[in-house]
């Protein structure tokens, strides 16, 4: 779906439904391909869902071999942001302090920038010297933070088109990128379920800064970028990882050949899924006997072009999520070994209009902490 050209003129109209309570009717107004841009200031509070976490438990992440290649999701405490907020854990926290670390250089692309905490860390690391570079996409280029960060005199590019500069990423020093479903926002990091993962890795960081400046340096946005990966393979020790961009890397194709690889299981969290040919795919899985559940967004999930009916039709387990806010996940996990994530709806937008990144995962640890994610989510979330 094409961004809206006036969006800022929805302010006035976005303020008014804050101030009379009207957030999550916001929320669900949206339609599919819209991310959670709304600021909340005052969120529902003395609810609680079936299956999220309330309290300040431990996040769930792990480190593989000394930190190499790390997961973290969202905690989301829906009856109690300030817990989110100052839970030293969350998903927040753990992007300031790898930003902390940086010692020469920033490179961030950012949908959304919506968050005080990460403005501060990279205002901050410009304070000791460090070079910090922001892509944004424009829809979002007025929100406060981000105004913030180019007044502190860090360089931001903006996309300046209809379609979505939709990526969440960060590069550090040449050496280790961030990336994830994980939108720099409150919502992203308090309420909406989300993943991040953080890999170091000098291969993997030169994808991301060679894509990183195809926008920046030379204004290179959706189907015009270049499809110039350096390293579409990187193999750690830890398993191999394909990294794709989209659209110039045929993303969507990409999924569909590593999903037909599925042997015994699939799981998949869509926060978005219109693509027919996936939805086939899947289907096509079911009925060859491999097991396939999964869990899609509930806003946008009854429109006709969402894959949920068809895929309810095959009788496969399809569940439409219990966070009262957003499901966020973009995740498919083939085999309990295969993790497909990163800022990539299953959408013709992301694979045809929108700038997104992909990686494909092969490492049954990661898996498994994506599947613990998954059944989380299952355990709340309605037939």
């Given amino acids: 779906m094409a961004k809206s050209q006036s969006s800022r003129r929805l302010l006035p109209l976005l303020i008014l439904l804050l101030l009379t309570g009207g957030y999550t009717l916001w929320q669900r107004w949206q339609t599919q391909d819209t991310e959670e841009g709304t600021r909340v200031t005052n969120p529902t509070t003395g609810i609680t869902d079936s299956g999220e976490r309330t309290t300040s438990e431990p996040i769930i992440s792990g480190a593989l071999s000394q930190g190499t290649f790390q997961v973290f999701f969202s905690n989301t405490y829906q009856n ?13 926290r753990q992007l300031s302090q790898f930003l902390s670390t940086a010692t020469k250089e920033i490179d961030g692309a950012l949908f959304e920038l919506e968050s005080s905490l990460i403005a501060k860390a990279l205002i901050e690391a ?11 996409e424009s ?8 105004q913030e960060v180019i007044a502190a005199g860090i360089p931001v590019v903006e996309d300046e088109r209809s379609s979505l500069m939709h990526n969440k990423f960060f590069v550090v020093d040449g050496k280790a990128v961030w990336t994830g479903s ?6 992203g990091a308090w309420r909406n379920n989300n993943n991040a993962v953080l890999i170091n890795s000098p291969e993997l960081a030169e994808n991301y800064r060679t894509e990183f400046d195809e926008m920046f340096l030379r204004n290179e946005f959706g189907p015009r970028s270049t499809s110039n990966t350096p390293h579409t393979l990187v193999k750690l020790p830890e398993g191999d990882i394909y990294n794709y961009f989209s659209p110039e890397d045929g993303v969507a194709e990409k999924i569909l050949r590593f999903v037909k690889l599925a042997k015994s299981r699939i799981r998949f969290l869509a926060f978005s899924f219109t693509d027919d040919d996936l939805g086939d795919l899947l289907v096509e ?14 806003r946008g999930s009854g429109l006709a072009h969402s894959e949920l009916a068809k895929l309810q039709a095959a009788g496969i387990d399809v569940r439409t999520d219990g966070n009262k806010y957003v499901m966020h996940h973009k995740v498919i996990v083939v085999d309990n070994t295969w993790t497909i994530l990163g800022s990539f709806n299953f959408t ?3 694979a045809n ?4 990144n992909l990686l494909i995962v092969k490492n049954p640890k990661v898996a498994r902490m994506f599947e613990e994610e998954y059944q989380r989510i299952a355990a709340a979330a309605s037939n």
Avoid: C, F, W
């Fill in 80 to 92: 109690d942001s300030e817990i989110g907020k100052n839970d030293p854990e969350n998903i927040d």
């Fill in 182 to 187: 994980y939108n720099v926002t409150d919502n």
């Fill in 139 to 146: 829809d979002y280029l007025e929100n406060p933070e981000m």
């Fill in 285 to 298: 899985k079911h009925r060859q006997g491999i097991d396939v559940a999964g869990v899609v967004e509930s």
């Fill in 348 to 350: 013709a937008n992301a």
């Fill in 126 to 136: 410009k304070g000791r010297g460090i070079q910090v570079r922001i892509v944004a």
């Fill in 353 to 356: 209009s929108n700038d997104e």
